[in-house]
């Protein structure tokens, strides 16, 4: 394996203001997504300051219940450290908690503004796969959501670029590129709802896929990495929602199925 350098995760400076290579990746993803969303929301015949609206709401509340989770799960260290908790520039934010957030803010600004809340998630699935695709490198330049070690046997065999590997070495350690793998399966998930629009589908189910495939992938992935919160001893708090929410989205998939069909037969009669 090449030994280079570790990326610098500051990208530039400006006066005493250190601009990170994470932000820069993490505001990226935001902006493509939303140029994808707001192009496909158009598209369908929506307005096109629709998606701006909501995000003027979306957005703050996605940090703040990012945060609010994590603070959540790591409370044996903020309950006596209490003074830390609104420290979010000291890193401490996680997705699962910004999903939540999100998706509770579209829901009822939805249902103010007479959208359908399934139209806008389905339009909104691959922009957060996008989001989430391209966000997953800032770990990368942070050098963070890794795995545990990697054997000798892993480093002569993987077809993983030199470059990744030697950035995942930290301290003389190589670990797994955890971050590497949740966003290759999150490409190829997106690869699949762009494949799924040929497919005739009930409104939310392409949303339904989104919440099931990538919980699948993070629970899997979540079990691999170094940096878990969890709940209860062992239980890793984004496992547990991860099973939950496959739960969930398989059910209501069920369900909606069900309804229609019921709804289709009486109709016929």
């Known amino acids: 394996m090449i030994n280079l350098l570790a990326i610098n995760p500051i990208a530039f400076s400006l006066g005493s203001l250190e601009v990170r290579w994470y932000g820069i990746l993490i505001a990226l993803g935001i902006v493509l997504a939303f140029i994808v969303v707001q192009r496909e929301m158009v598209k369908r015949g929506m307005h096109a300051d629709f998606l701006t609206d909501l995000l003027i709401w979306a957005v703050p509340i996605a940090i703040i219940s990012a945060r609010i989770y994590y603070v959540i799960f790591s409370w044996d ?4 450290n209490l003074g830390q908790v609104l420290q979010i520039w000291e890193g401490g934010i996680a997705i699962h908690g910004a999903l939540i957030g999100a998706f509770i803010t579209t ?31 800032g770990n990368f330049m942070n050098q963070e959501a890794h795995g545990g070690p990697v054997s ?12 990744i590997m030697n950035q995942m070495t930290i301290k003389g350690v190589t670990y797994h590129p955890t ?10 998930g997106l690869v ?12 939310g189910e392409m949303f339904l896929f989104y919440l099931v495939w990538y919980s699948v992938g ?3 992935i979540e079990g691999m990495r170094t940096d878990s919160l969890y709940v209860i001893g062992e239980l890793r708090a984004a496992q547990l929602v991860s099973v939950v929410t496959i739960i969930v989205g398989i059910v209501i998939f069920i369900v909606r199925r069900y309804v229609q069909k019921v709804k289709l037969t009486y109709q016929d009669k």
């Open 77 to 80: 260290y903020y309950k006596d």
């Open 107 to 137: 829901y009822f600004y939805t249902k103010r503004r007479g959208v359908s809340f399934w139209k806008v998630v389905d339009i909104a699935a691959p922009g957060l796969l996008i989001g989430q695709i391209i966000g997953r490198w």
């Open 152 to 163: 000798e046997n892993f480093l002569n065999n993987t077809i993983i670029p030199d470059w």
């Open 179 to 188: 971050f590497l793998y949740e966003s290759l399966w999150n490409l190829v």
């Open 192 to 203: 699949i709802i762009i494949l799924l629009r040929k497919v005739v589908l009930k409104r």
């Open 218 to 220: 993070r629970f899997f």
